[in-house]
């Protein structure tokens, strides 16, 4: 709570500078909102592939986020060359490498299983599947 | 000693792809045999290395820390490995007549080539002291075990599959994220280096944030209270031998990491003073008791088993948030016991699903006088689950309920009462079923006529019995889990209280 009254206070009282924090982090605005809209999507599509991308973007957002955290004040593509001497920061983008190959991984197995949930329920709609589950013996 | 440590993630990880590509199912069956034998033999030698206190290094391709990826094996992680390996190893034997029967013949190879993939991730889990490798390991588990509960024989499996993968996916995000917010702060993604610095960056802000994500994300993973809604039917439709092995292993390794997270990456005295103990206590009791509650009102013997797991991660999440040493030591050893004890239960109800194709209540009245043997094990494994003294179970509850006292909190020591009053209601709930009613006449369901076989499984069986025994053994000679137990809590605490 302190935080957030330390903030409104500096809002009120420094309104440029507020402008220069929001223009400032506009990366980070904008990532926060591809991960909400990812994760909305997520949450309450009913429809599993939608769902499923909304999941993809969910990731895509830490990427985003892995990479911006990585970037260094003028800094090039962390390639040693003559010209630059200073580059960002690779490692972020050495583990998001490995991270984007998790995701393509959890694509594909996520797309195999709708696939056969379409061919065992002859539906993609959550709420149909869930009827026809409940219709089902139990066990 | 040191190459040792990593030959337990190498050997899976030549052996799962080797097994793929000999599509022959009796060649994968042998090779994951000896592979989980291979495994328990060195988690086996390694424990015994370790669990004196000595901490074993290993740098991977020869870098140093905090450049490169370290392995770090102490007590606490050698029992982890240990548990993973050797549960892996029985559920192999027992598995291999259910896993005929349920997965198709097209299907076997990649079938054990996955579980071998799952068996990696859990070790490599446990062993890494690298935050981001841990991640990695964490979602080679989980992808190879939603394949692997899809598998399952009935439609619902898929869904199931489904929804674990998205809560799972979602987990692990988070756990990405967390990491990402720490190495914003610390600039380092080994474990001991971030722990060794904490107080230089343990005033940002973003600290508590990145806490806040892994914690979330990890609790996802293992289910705890109220991020458990994933587990029951996955459990539930899975084929036999993924329960058994996910059921015993997957959320004690999630518990392990939140264990290893909250005391050697995050010293304990920075979220002590938090909210965040109480939050564990809660959401570890209400755990406790929802999930002996809906136990008490399953029909079906695997989902009664299954949200039995979530109240028994309950008693985990309590003994972390407890935060004095008979706590930790209580989870761990519950992490243990808990792992042998659902193993032997979880095959029992496998043995019952194999040999007559339901685990419904109501079709199983006086299941005992025609299947004694089966019906037993039952028996003998619930009173571990409801911690009757004399057997593993009791061991660990017992550390429990004197953590609470000790830390003065009675509402915890009579939720915990509680909780095992209801664990006997529902174990109680499959006994008299199965022995003290009907008798009628046992049918096997889903079959043709002509072949209602009630087929008969010695070695499944005697597996399921070496667990019951192993629940025992572990109630009456309790040296091997506490001791590695005393030392990890001991490292833990002087770790998280010395910076």
Redesign the interface.
Known sequence: MR?VAAVLHFCTDNPPTMMAYLLGHINYWLIIAVMMVG?FT?MSSPN?MK?LAG?SM??TA?IL??VS?GKVDGGTAPIVTEAATRYANP??QV?ML??IV?GV??MA??FA??I??RR??NSMEEDN?HQQ?EA?E?? | MEMLTVLLVVIPLISAPITAIIANRYVAWLITLVTCLALAGLSGVVLHHVISGEVIHYELGGWKPPWGIEYVIDSLNALVAVIVAFIALITVIYGSKSAEKEIHDSQIHLFYAAFQLVILGLLGMALTGDI?NL??FL?ISS?SS??LI?MGQK??A??A??NY??AG??G??FF??GI?FL??ASGT?NMADIALRFDQFSSM?LVITALLFILIGLALKAAVFPLHSWLPEAY?QAPTMVTVFLASTSTKVAIYVLIRTLYQVFPNTYWEEMLLPGFLLLSGCLGMLYGSYKAIRQ??I??LLAYSSVAQLGYMVVGVGLNNEAGLIAAIVHMFNHAITKAALFMAAGLVLMRLH???LEKLRGAGKTMPWTTGAFALAGLSLIGVPGTAGFISKWYLVQAALEKGNYVVAGTILIASIMAIMYVWKIIETLYFEGPDKLTVHKVGSGKEIVPDLPVATFCCYVMVATCFYFGLYTDIPLEAANTAVEVLFSTGGGQ
Do not use: C, H, W
């Open positions: 935080n994760m997520m599993l769902k999941l969910f990731q830490v986020f892995y955290v490692l972020p583990l490995t991270a998790v991984a959890t197995l996520g299983l709708i056969r949930i065992a329920y599947i589950m089902e139990l066990d | 981001f991640f990695v979602e992808l939603y394949a899809a439609r619902q898929l869904v599959s489904f993968l998205m996916t979602l692990a995000t990405l994220l990402g190495y914003a993604l802000t539930t029909v079906s695997k989902r339901t685990t419904n």
